[in-house]
């Protein structure tokens, strides 16, 4: 169960370079429900836990907290229900959901050479557009859409991790930049729909990282947007203004 102290965040995507940082820099601050499909983050969880190994026996101060880790292959049938079901059974509520599993395959002259576009369409879209929906329509009628008091009460949101690719054009990322675009305004539409029951919705999009931007300003962006009272944006990280354009809140005031 919860402590009742810290926020409980459900977050995709943990074994990846974002979701890692991200347990490892917040665990001791929130509740975390890490969904990984390969490796555990580096944190305690119920799987794993610290130990001195020169007193083997002695309890360590990093294990008072720990994440809770659940393996799935989101892009398997029933996989995003299992998930909900086992985060809400374990703390009883989640105040922040945070999609960032994604789905990458580069195919420079993908859309003309063979099908490499076609056959690509389906996993970018399946990981990035239909598995962040599936996330949000199924916490939402599984529990939110019964607790519009308590969302607001609790600032529950959802932040979805998108890509700068989402609205500039970069070589052989047809379909990732196609599905990024898609989530954008799938945030958008969820923002407005989720705000009858007092739930925020936002999208960061950032550029690539490490190389270009710290992970650590990415998952910081995170918590920004899960602090604030902002619904319906769509945030550029680690972006030149100008590159950032179509990347900005589409309404502070919404």
């Not at 922040?96 to 002259?109: E, G, M, S, Y």
């Not at 308590?150 to 990732?176: C, D, F, K, L």
Request: a negative charge; proline letters at 6%.
């Amino acid at each position: 169960m919860s402590t009742g102290e810290r926020r409980v965040c459900l977050l995709t995507g943990a074994s990846g370079t974002l979701g890692d940082l991200f347990c490892r820099t917040y665990y001791t601050d929130y509740d975390i429900v890490a969904v990984c499909r390969t490796r555990t983050p580096a944190v305690p969880s119920q799987l794993e836990w610290y130990v001195d190994p020169l007193a083997p026996e002695q309890p360590l101060p990093e294990n008072d907290s720990r994440v809770f880790v659940i393996r799935a292959d989101l892009a398997e049938p029933g996989e995003v229900e299992r998930v909900v079901d086992l985060a809400l059974a374990r703390y009883g509520r989640v105040d922040l959901l945070v999609n960032n599993a994604a789905h990458v395959q580069l195919h420079p002259r993908g859309i003309v050479d063979g099908d490499a576009a076609l056959d690509a369409f389906d996993p970018h879209f399946q990981l990035n557009v239909a598995v962040p929906l599936r996330f949000s329509a199924r916490l939402a009628q599984r529990f939110w859409m019964q607790a519009g008091p308590q969302n607001r009460a609790a600032n529950r949101n959802i932040v979805n991790v998108s890509s700068i690719s989402g609205t500039e054009v970069y070589p052989g990322q047809a379909m990732y930049s196609a599905s990024k675009a898609a989530l954008n305004h799938l945030t958008r539409s969820i923002a407005e729909e989720f705000a009858e029951f007092g739930v925020r919705a936002n999208a960061i999009a950032p550029t690539t990282f490490p190389a270009l931007v710290p992970t650590e300003q990415v998952a910081q962006s995170i918590i920004e947007l899960d602090q604030s009272t902002l619904t319906g944006g769509v945030f550029g990280v680690g972006v030149e203004p100008d590159a950032a354009a179509d990347a900005r809140l589409a309404d502070a005031e919404h």
